[in-house]
């Protein structure tokens, strides 16, 4: 199930899902739910996150913490890229 990190963006017609949700249960990801930063069309710009018991409990973890630790990373990133 793909979702918005920020719900604030729901009612913006120009804004599309950022993040998705699914349930792991293979030798890759143990059983589960997990979440990924990833844009409709493309590929994951993250690894999982997770296992957390519920879908709603994943989605409550991105929406709180990982997006932010996630875009100061990227940020770092990019501040590196730039003065390299």
Do not use: N
Request: overall charge negative; hydrophobic content about 25%.
């Amino acid at each position: 199930m793909r979702f918005y990190s920020d719900p604030s963006k729901e009612p913006d017609p120009y804004s599309l899902p950022d993040a998705e949700v699914f349930h792991g249960c293979d030798w890759q990801h143990p059983t589960g739910f997990y979440y990924w930063h990833v844009f409709p069309g493309c590929l994951p710009d993250s690894d999982p996150f997770g296992p957390f018991e519920t879908e709603q409990e994943a989605i409550d973890d991105c929406r709180e913490t990982k997006w932010r630790e996630y875009q100061q990373d990227r940020a770092d990133e990019y501040r590196d890229e730039v003065t390299a």
